[in-house]
């Protein structure tokens, strides 16, 4: 019933910027803890940073901070993670998650940072 949809991924060189979007159904998106993952090829997936409700709490990896913000428009259902700066360790598939009595995962898109 709850669906999470990821969307704007794609190949960018190092020192770009992507911005991507988590639209949520299904879920009363208002109350619920955003956030953003990401597993690169070999490794655990790991938390890209969160955001409250409200939006009034963010926080980030120490590897993404001061690169990465995370907003949500609660009108809209929907979560962004703006990036830039991006290096290729960045390169992972991203996925938008969701907590509200239970979590929820999108099914990813693909972050390529390349030359």
């Known amino acids: 019933q709850v669906l999470l949809v990821e969307s704007g991924g794609g190949l960018v060189q190092p020192g770009g910027s992507l911005r991507l979007s988590c639209a949520a159904s299904g879920l009363t998106f208002s109350s619920a803890l955003m956030s953003w993952y990401r597993q690169a090829p070999g490794k655990e997936r790991e938390l890209v940073g969160s955001i409250t409700s409200t939006g009034a709490r963010i926080n980030y990896a120490d590897s993404v901070k001061g690169r990465f913000t995370i907003s949500r428009d609660n009108a809209k259902n929907t979560v962004y993670l703006q990036m830039n700066r991006l290096k290729p360790e960045d390169t992972a598939v991203y996925y938008c998650?969701?907590?509200?009595?239970?979590?929820?995962w999108g099914q990813g898109t693909q972050v390529t940072v390349s030359s």
């Open positions: 998650h969701a907590y509200r009595w239970n979590p929820y």
